[in-house]
C-alpha cells in the first residue's frame, strides 16, 4: 500500500463547477500538506500548504485537512478552462529533511 | 529572475550510454532534490542534497548518481545501470531542509527517451 493514495482520474467537468479533489494517507506522522499544480509539460507549483488540521482558503481554493481520517482535500469553486492541469497532493513529516511524498496526481479538465 | 533552470528540456540516449542532466538555482538555497515522473505514478524521489558536498538516496537511487560540489548546481547522471531510465525528470529546491517545512520550488524538467 503506498503511503499517499490519490485518484488519477481523468476528471472531466464543465466550466464553473465546483471541483473536490482528494488524497488519503497511512503515515499519521505527516503533518505538513500541500496541494501542486502542473500543466502539461511543466514543473509542478505548490498551490496551497496547510500545517495539520483545518480548512485553508485562498481565492477560489479551499484546503481541507481531516488528520483523524487520514484524509485531505481540494476544493476549486467557479472552475476555469485556465484550471485545467494536473493537481498533486504531497506531504512530509517534522524533521524528515525536506521530503516530501506525494500522491500520484489527479488530471483534471474544465471544459468551456 | 530567480528560479530553477534545467537542461536540457528533451533528451535521448541510446541502450548502455551514460547522460548527465542539469540543474542549476539561484535561490540561494540549500537543499535541492531530484525527482522523477511516470504516468499515473505521482513524483518519486531520487536523491537529494541538505548542504553543499553531501547528499542522501531517496527511494529509487538505484541505477543514478549524483554530485553537489556547488551550493546552485546539483546534476544527475542517468547510467546504463538503470533498465528503465524513460521519464520526467525534475529537480526541486527548498531554502532549507533542516526546518520542519519548506516550500520545493520546481525547475521545467527535463523528458528523456531511451531509443
Known amino acids: 500500500q503506498k503511503e499517499v493514495e490519490q485518484d488519477p482520474g481523468p476528471l472531466s467537468v464543465p466550466e464553473g463547477a465546483i471541483v473536490s479533489l482528494n488524497c488519503t494517507y497511512s503515515?499519521?506522522?505527516?503533518?505538513?500538506f500541500m496541494w501542486y499544480r502542473q500543466y502539461s509539460r511543466k514543473g509542478p507549483e505548490l498551490l496551497m500548504y496547510?500545517?495539520?488540521?483545518g480548512n485553508k482558503e485562498d481565492g477560489r481554493f479551499t484546503a481541507q485537512v481531516d488528520k483523524s481520517s487520514k484524509y485531505i482535500s481540494l476544493f476549486i469553486r467557479d472552475s476555469q478552462p485556465s484550471d485545467s492541469a494536473t493537481y498533486l497532493c504531497?506531504?512530509?513529516?517534522?524533521?524528515?529533511?525536506?521530503?516530501?511524498?506525494f500522491g500520484q496526481g489527479t488530471e483534471l479538465s474544465v471544459k468551456p | 529572475d530567480g528560479g530553477i533552470t534545467q537542461s536540457p528540456k528533451y533528451l535521448f540516449r541510446k541502450e548502455g550510454q551514460n547522460v548527465t542532466l542539469s540543474c542549476e538555482q539561484n535561490?540561494?538555497?540549500?537543499?535541492m532534490y531530484w525527482y522523477r515522473q511516470d504516468p499515473g505514478q505521482g513524483l518519486r524521489l531520487i536523491y537529494y542534497?541538505?548542504?553543499?558536498?553531501?547528499?542522501q538516496k531517496g527511494d529509487i537511487a538505484e541505477g543514478y548518481s549524483v554530485s553537489r560540489e556547488k551550493k546552485e548546481s546539483f546534476p544527475l547522471t542517468v547510467t546504463s545501470a538503470q533498465k528503465n531510465p524513460t521519464a520526467f525528470y525534475l529537480c526541486?529546491?527548498?531554502?532549507?531542509?533542516?526546518?520542519?517545512?519548506?516550500?520545493?520550488?520546481f525547475g521545467p524538467g527535463t523528458r528523456l527517451t531511451v531509443l
Open positions: 526541486a529546491s527548498s531554502r532549507s531542509a533542516e526546518s520542519s517545512y519548506n516550500e520545493q520550488f
Open positions: 503515515n499519521s506522522a505527516f503533518q505538513y
Open positions: 496547510t500545517y495539520s488540521s
Open positions: 504531497a506531504m512530509s513529516a517534522y524533521n524528515q529533511g525536506g521530503k516530501l511524498i
Open positions: 535561490l540561494n538555497h540549500d537543499a
Open positions: 542534497s541538505q548542504i553543499v558536498n553531501d547528499f
